[in-house]
């Protein structure tokens, strides 16, 4: 059974190229997630914490706008593609802390390049959006 496009054929075996037109290609929910506002905004959060693992409610101060309905779907999604590591201290009430994974610390550079690009260029778009009104 030959595995999706976007999908390594067993642990440890290099992905194959998905298409990215294809609307079940699993790179496609992936590039849609890492490209959510609220995921970059998260990944720059956790990977400048210092110490590297931040509780919930100082999460939701780090990133103002985030609602903490938002907040706790985004984490649990990037808890799930393993971007994310989650631990629950045994307290009353129970404190959650998060913090990136490896694979999650890998991610925070592509999307600085991307950050710093819309900084760059964002007076531009800005022009265009005027004008095409």
Known sequence: MRPQD??????GEAAVTGDLFDPA???RELLDRIGDKWTSMLVKVLAEADPPEVGFADLARR???ISHKML???LKNLCRDGLVARRVEATVPPRVHYSLTDLGRSLDGPLGVLRT???QH???VDANRR???
């Open 72 to 74: 706790s779907q985004t």
């Open 25 to 27: 290609c699993p790179t």
């Open 131 to 133: 004008v095409t009104r």
């Open 6 to 11: 976007g999908t390594s054929p067993s642990p």
């Open 122 to 124: 964002m007076a531009i």
């Open 63 to 65: 990133a103002p706008g």
């Open 117 to 119: 690009w819309a900084e």
